[in-house]
């Protein structure tokens, strides 16, 4: 059975930094391409970060561009996103999902807040 | 970027009737995608590629569409099916989310 587990969640103060886990089990890791995904309270769905299944591409959305790190450990089965200089308009539940989005975690949350 | 328009964004259909959900992209994409979300649990796939029904997804859902234009049907309205259904395409990077459709029971 697949499963994402995230991990991370907390609250944390404007311009501080975070970083955030996604732990896989039930499929081979190291093949896939992994995204995040992230939804800000009572708003939609905003795709923010894919990592090619060796690392060898990143993308990111404009929104986190220059400020997010999608990164992984193969050896770990371990995707992270390290998020640094964060404004209260980060704050969203984060979910990582397999590379057609076929797979989600459960999601954490992250609230940036003074 | 490619942008998805959802509509309509809520809507209340009763017990037996018929719904229609459709996703208008700006420019035309090979697939479309679906998924359904419920108040506090993470987005699951319902329908694939345009028109395939994810596992354990009931016949009464179906997909349809080319081009720029997409739709999810239901064919006979049920309580579970209250949800907020949102499309993505991922033919073109970056993958964009349509704004949602929140379908209620009247």
Redo the contacts between chains.
């Keep these: 059975e697949v499963q994402l587990v995230e991990s991370g969640e907390g609250l944390v103060q404007p311009g501080s930094s975070m970083k955030l886990s996604c732990v896989a089990s039930g499929f081979t890791f190291s093949n896939y391409g992994m995204?995040w995904i992230r939804q800000a309270p009572k708003k939609?769905?905003?795709?923010i970060a894919?990592i090619y299944y060796d690392s060898s591409s990143k993308?990111y959305?404009d929104s986190v561009k220059g400020r997010f790190t999608i990164s992984r450990d193969n050896s770990k089965n371990t995707l992270y996103l390290e998020m640094n200089s964060l404004r209260s308009e980060d704050t969203a539940m984060y979910?990582c999902a397999k590379r057609?989005?076929?797979?989600?975690?459960?999601?954490v949350m992250v609230t940036v807040s003074s | 970027e490619i942008v998805l328009t959802q509509s309509p964004t809520t809507m209340a259909a009763s017990p037996g009737e018929k719904v229609t959900i459709t996703c208008r992209a700006s420019s035309s994409v090979s697939y479309m995608?679906w998924?359904q979300q419920k108040s506090g649990?993470?987005?699951?796939?319902w329908i694939?590629d345009t028109s395939k029904l994810?596992s354990g997804v009931p016949d009464r859902f179906s997909g349809s569409g080319s081009g720029t234009s997409y739709s999810l049907t239901i064919s006979s309205m049920e309580a579970e099916d209250a949800a907020t259904y949102?499309c993505?395409q991922?033919t073109s990077?970056?993958?964009?989310?349509?704004?949602?459709t929140k379908l209620e029971l009247k």
């Design positions: 995204n939609g769905l905003e795709w894919l993308y959305a979910y057609d989005f076929d797979y989600w975690g459960q999601g | 995608h998924f649990t993470s987005p699951k796939p694939y994810a949102y993505l991922r990077y970056p993958p964009t989310f349509g704004g949602g």
